[in-house]
């Protein structure tokens, strides 16, 4: 279902109008890219560092584009001034469409569910919508739409009849989650963890956990914020209803308990609930997520069984722990790699130490960044979870050599440690090494991307 947006939220935006509509026609939705544009949608041309997205407008219009923004001072070309459709002229192009989708927000006015963290926040978001979704009719964040870009493109794909928002909120410095909490006005955000991500920017992990604590700053009192209870940077009281969640103490508001791995995920069971939930995912990390989703579904008073139905038949978000199977060696192949931390990657080989039936466990594993002067500590850091079961560890990057040393430093001898400068390197001898008992994770930052490698190892 598309968005339903009247050109008269467009008319509050603008200093100026040509062209002829009515005030009670919709559009679609918006886009700031021509090349994907859906007829009835509004043209947003962004200004960017390297492109001017006012060029792309007459091919905008030409896809079916039905209205234009258009900023103040910029030349208006001819065969644009041709074509028949409005143009609402505005002081500038991002900010009108920030402040457009506030206003359809306001419109809709569906409850808002906002989501942050170091790592899981994707996987936590996705999990959050499809629980809802058996519900609710749910609008959430589409891939990783999260930031003061993304998140407008959100809004305003959102259909008229949206009861629950649930959007992610992303971060790269100080002040921009402030900025998106105060866009969104969340009622409930969750805080999945406080890791080592932007360590660069944020200095150190107190650092990171005040800024993500700007998820507060859209909030009211009558707002309720759930954080991971196992972080004692977020051990304190706020202004709004805190709930926690916890994996380890008794004392949460939700904890788990009987954790247990099996075959095609993990098993657990929640205070005061003696019933198993069932997540179809590799990772007993994965729980605390579903502790914070379940929080959220009590929230709507959801039901528990269909809470326990909609985890369990749960899709996987690419590149999250994604199981594939090689084709020609039948081999278990885990990308974990849209992204790395010191606190995920450690989380991702657990997982993969608990998982049984595999004879040969290897690991691949690449450079981390945005850790600032702790980077070297940080990755050597990784090998101190690294045990039996896993019987191979190849690094791939400058970084990850770090990994290697530190494992070289703790003399294993059942331990195989190999490291390669690229992954086109390492792929030969990932590839010599697959078969039918074996299991790969690939586990590194995004700039190394190493889905590429993956698509290489199942392709032949």
Same mark, same amino acid.
């Given at each position: *279902?598309?968005?339903?947006?009247?050109?008269?939220?467009?008319?509050?935006?603008?200093?100026?109008?040509?062209?002829?509509?009515?005030?009670?026609?919709?559009?679609? +939705?918006?886009?700031?890219?021509?090349?994907?544009?859906?007829?009835?949608?509004?043209?947003?041309?962004?200004?960017?560092?390297?492109?001017? +997205?006012?060029?792309?407008?007459?091919?905008?219009?030409?896809?079916?584009?039905?209205?234009?923004?258009?900023?103040?001072?910029?030349?208006?070309?001819?065969?644009?001034?041709?074509?028949?459709?409005?143009?609402?002229?505005?002081?500038?192009?991002?900010?009108?469409?920030?402040?457009?989708?506030?206003?359809?927000?306001?419109?809709?006015?569906?409850?808002?569910?906002?989501?942050?963290?170091?790592?899981?926040?994707?996987?936590?978001?996705?999990?959050?919508?499809?629980?809802?979704? +058996?519900?609710?009719?749910?609008?959430?964040?589409?891939?990783?739409?999260?930031?003061?870009?993304?998140?407008?493109?959100?809004?305003?794909?959102?259909?008229?009849?949206?009861?629950?928002?649930?959007?992610?909120?992303?971060?790269?410095? /100080?002040?921009?989650?402030?900025?998106?909490?105060?866009?969104?006005?969340?009622?409930?955000?969750?805080?999945?963890?406080?890791?080592?991500?932007?360590?660069?920017?944020?200095?150190?992990?107190?650092?990171?956990?005040?800024?993500?604590?700007?998820?507060?700053?859209?909030?009211?009192?009558?707002?309720?914020?759930?954080?991971?209870?196992?972080?004692?940077?977020?051990?304190?009281?706020?202004?709004?209803?805190?709930?926690?969640?916890?994996?380890?103490?008794?004392?949460?508001?939700?904890?788990?308990?009987?954790?247990?791995?099996?075959?095609?995920?993990?098993?657990?069971?929640?205070?005061?609930?003696?019933?198993?939930?069932?997540?179809?995912?590799?990772?007993?990390?994965?729980?605390?997520?579903?502790?914070?989703?379940?929080?959220?579904?009590?929230?709507?008073?959801?039901?528990?069984?269909?809470?326990?139905?909609?985890?369990?038949?749960? /899709?996987?978000?690419?590149?999250?722990?994604?199981?594939?199977?090689?084709?020609?060696?039948?081999?278990?192949?885990?990308?974990?790699?849209?992204?790395?931390?010191?606190?995920? *990657?450690?989380?991702?080989?657990?997982?993969?130490?608990?998982?049984?039936?595999?004879?040969?466990?290897?690991?691949?594993?690449?450079?981390?960044?945005?850790?600032?002067?702790?980077?070297?500590?940080?990755?050597?850091?990784? /090998?101190?979870?690294?045990?039996?079961?896993?019987?191979?560890?190849?690094?791939?990057?400058?970084?990850?050599?770090?990994?290697?040393?530190?494992?070289?430093?703790?003399?294993?001898?059942?331990?195989?440690?190999?490291?390669?400068?690229?992954?086109?390197?390492?792929?030969?001898?990932?590839?010599?090494?697959?078969?039918?008992?074996?299991?790969?994770?690939?586990?590194?930052?995004?700039?190394?991307?190493?889905?590429?490698?993956?698509?290489?190892?199942?392709?032949?």
């Amino acid at each position: *279902m598309s968005a339903n947006i009247p050109y008269k939220l467009l008319k509050s935006e603008c200093r100026s109008y040509t062209g002829s509509f009515n005030s009670e026609d919709v559009l679609t +939705g918006v886009s700031i890219d021509s090349r994907t544009v859906k007829k009835g949608e509004l043209f947003v041309p962004i200004i960017g560092e390297r492109f001017d +997205g006012h060029e792309f407008a007459e091919t905008a219009v030409t896809s079916g584009a039905k209205a234009l923004f258009w900023q103040e001072g910029r030349p208006l070309p001819e065969t644009v001034e041709k074509i028949n459709v409005p143009i609402f002229y505005v002081q500038d192009t991002l900010v009108a469409m920030q402040q457009l989708s506030k206003r359809y927000l306001n419109e809709v006015n569906p409850s808002v569910v906002a989501v942050t963290g170091s790592i899981g926040k994707t996987t936590t978001k996705d999990m959050v919508a499809h629980v809802l979704e +058996g519900s609710l009719h749910v609008h959430k964040t589409k891939g990783n739409y999260n930031n003061h870009i993304g998140m407008p493109l959100t809004l305003l794909q959102m259909p008229k009849d949206t009861e629950v928002l649930v959007v992610e909120l992303g971060m790269n410095h /100080a002040g921009e989650i402030s900025f998106l909490s105060q866009h969104v006005c969340p009622d409930l955000s969750v805080i999945t963890n406080i890791g080592e991500s932007h360590m660069e920017q944020l200095g150190s992990r107190e650092g990171i956990a005040k800024a993500k604590l700007e998820i507060l700053d859209g909030m009211t009192h009558e707002g309720t914020l759930i954080v991971d209870g196992d972080e004692p940077l977020l051990d304190k009281d706020y202004f709004v209803q805190k709930l926690t969640c916890s994996v380890r103490s008794a004392q949460a508001d939700l904890f788990s308990k009987n954790i247990a791995s099996t075959h095609d995920g993990v098993s657990f069971q929640v205070s005061n609930d003696d019933e198993c939930y069932h997540l179809a995912m590799i990772g007993e990390h994965h729980v605390k997520n579903a502790l914070y989703t379940i929080a959220v579904a009590n929230h709507f008073h959801i039901d528990r069984q269909t809470v326990r139905q909609r985890l369990k038949n749960m /899709a996987k978000t690419a590149m999250r722990m994604e199981r594939l199977k090689c084709p020609n060696t039948s081999a278990l192949l885990i990308n974990d790699a849209y992204n790395a931390s010191p606190t995920s *990657m450690k989380a991702a080989i657990e997982s993969i130490i608990q998982l049984e039936g595999y004879k040969r466990k290897i690991v691949v594993l690449g450079d981390m960044y945005e850790l600032g002067d702790e980077e070297k500590s940080l990755h050597k850091s990784v /090998a101190e979870v690294i045990r039996t079961p896993i019987t191979d560890v190849v690094t791939v990057g400058e970084k990850a050599l770090w990994i290697a040393q530190a494992l070289t430093e703790q003399f294993d001898d059942k331990l195989k440690v190999k490291h390669f400068s690229s992954k086109e390197i390492a792929e030969p001898f990932i590839r010599e090494n697959l078969d039918e008992q074996t299991v790969v994770l690939f586990k590194a930052s995004r700039g190394l991307k190493f889905e590429e490698i993956i698509e290489e190892l199942c392709s032949r």
